[in-house]
């Protein structure tokens, strides 16, 4: 089966401590994509990655950090500098790094801090 | 890149049609619209996509109109397992926008 999965489904981050979401995907696509989503609120964009070893900001980029090594992952960290962290984070891909291509989204990660 | 609104929420009953429209006033000659659907704890997923006057899919119709300041998305005949939150995006090479998204809920 193709598609994407994150992992772990819940995490919960304790003060001043780092977090690393997992994000692969096996559809070959170029582009990944993380979002942030708050009850009530749209998908808010935090990073993404048109291509292996380059990657942008978003509209939400403080407080978390990106890596893209490899084609099939794209993993996001949530770091101590984010002080709000409870939210539901979705990552997607894309065929090509156009935003008007259809995203296919992972089942998401929920982050909770103790 | 144009700002999205949608309505919050919306009831119907099993069998009719749907129909939630999103405003993007200053949308742009280059931005595409794109709906998706969401069930609870699920990322969300492609409904339909256009760029101007009716497209339609085997799930769904959006109507565009001349001006483009606002769409559509048609459901028709829907069933309770339509119940979902409804996105509508405005994008283009550069910059994407979602809605805040319409939660529509199905009756028996």
């Known amino acids: 089966d193709g598609g994407i999965t994150q992992s772990p489904k819940y995490l919960f981050r304790k003060e001043g401590q780092n977090v690393t979401l997992s994000c692969e995907q096996n559809l070959n696509h170029d582009a990944m994509y993380w979002y942030r989503q708050d009850p009530g609120q749209g998908l808010r964009l935090i990073y993404y990655?048109?291509?292996?070893?380059?990657?942008q900001k978003g509209d939400i980029a403080e407080g978390y950090s990106v890596s893209r090594e490899k084609k099939e992952s794209f993993p996001l960290t949530v770091t101590s500098a984010q002080k709000n962290p409870t939210a539901f984070y979705l990552c997607?891909?894309?065929?090509?790094?156009?935003?008007?291509?259809?995203?296919?989204f992972g089942p998401g990660t929920r982050l909770l801090v103790l | 890149l144009a700002k999205t609104t949608q309505p919050i929420s919306m009831d119907s009953y099993e069998g009719q049609e749907v129909n939630i429209t999103c405003s993007h006033n200053?949308?742009?000659?280059?931005?595409?619209i794109t709906w998706y659907q969401q069930f609870p704890s699920q990322g969300p997923r492609f409904i339909i996509q256009?760029?101007?006057t009716k497209v339609t899919n085997e799930v769904a119709s959006l109507f565009i109109p001349a001006d483009r300041k606002s769409s559509t998305l048609s459901l028709p005949r829907v069933s309770l397992s339509d119940t979902a939150v409804y996105y509508c995006?405005?994008?283009?090479?550069?910059?994407?926008?979602f809605g805040a998204g319409t939660t529509v809920t199905v009756r028996a």
């Open positions: 995006l405005v994008s283009n090479d550069y910059k994407l926008s």
């Open positions: 256009g760029y101007k």
């Open positions: 997607a891909s894309s065929r090509r790094g156009h935003y008007q291509e259809t995203q296919y």
């Open positions: 200053n949308i742009a000659t280059n931005d595409y």
């Open positions: 990655s048109q291509i292996v070893n380059d990657f």
